[in-house]
């Protein structure tokens, strides 16, 4: 069955600190992958997604297919990054595609 | 910017009586969609609306729920008898194009409560 898999619920880093935000995602075929991103009191907006291979707000993700993986990183994590982040994958089904979602990880950003 | 709007925020209802939820997607997109996040827990797929029916819907989607497009710009998600489980955010999402291409738009959610 189609899963993505958050192991932190909380992260806490210090600012300037490198980030690695944890997504695994099982899919046997060929995966969309996306990061979600929610700020305190805003809606639930797109990161970024793997097909466009793009650094959004300093922020990349590199699909790993072997280790069906999709994790995000950030050099150096700002204050204003604190936010849940949540990882997706969007498959075929019955004609369109279907979005899932993981648990998702709280990012603390520690001045 | 054109957003997806929910209404209400947050309602609070007895146990066993109906609820409508609503949502006004973006305009010119063509997918529909109802997710929920009970307390603590994860974002969970409901059902998917294209072409003016149902393309997917999860187990949690049973008998009890229903989805309409009355109009043409309404996306709503009617719960006939709501159970205490039913407590949760109800985000509603629309999408002009799906796949990979395809980016969901979140409304704000409704958050729902039930005693």
């Known amino acids: 069955a189609q899963r993505v898999t958050q192991p932190e619920k909380l992260l806490s880093v210090f600012k300037g600190a490198p980030v690695e935000l944890k997504c695994n995602y099982s899919y046997s075929g060929s995966p969309e992958l996306f990061w979600y991103v929610q700020y305190s009191r805003q809606r639930l907006q797109l990161l970024l997604r793997h097909i466009s291979r793009e650094s959004i707000k300093g922020f990349t993700a590199d699909l790993n297919k072997g280790e069906t993986s999709f994790h995000l990183k950030k050099p150096f994590a700002q204050e204003e990054d604190s936010a849940m982040y949540y990882c997706a994958l969007s498959f075929p089904t019955s004609g369109t595609y279907k979005y899932i979602f993981g648990t998702g990880t709280r990012l603390k950003v520690l001045a | 910017e054109p957003e997806v709007t929910q209404t209400p925020s947050h309602q609070v209802t007895q146990m066993g009586q109906e609820v409508i939820l609503r949502c006004v997607p973006i305009s010119n997109h063509l997918y529909f969609y109802w997710y929920r996040q009970i307390l603590g827990q994860k974002v969970e797929f409901l059902v998917s609306?294209?072409?003016?029916?149902?393309?997917?819907k999860s187990e949690i989607f049973d008998d009890q729920f229903s989805v309409e497009r009355p109009d043409g710009s309404n996306f709503t998600l009617k719960i006939r008898s709501t159970k205490l489980e039913d407590s949760a955010m109800y985000f509603c999402?629309?999408?002009?194009?799906?796949?990979?291409?395809?980016?969901?738009?979140f409304g704000e959610g409704s958050r729902l409560t039930v005693l």
């Open positions: 999402a629309s999408s002009r194009s799906s796949g990979r291409t395809g980016e969901l738009f």
């Open positions: 609306f294209y072409n003016n029916e149902i393309s997917e």
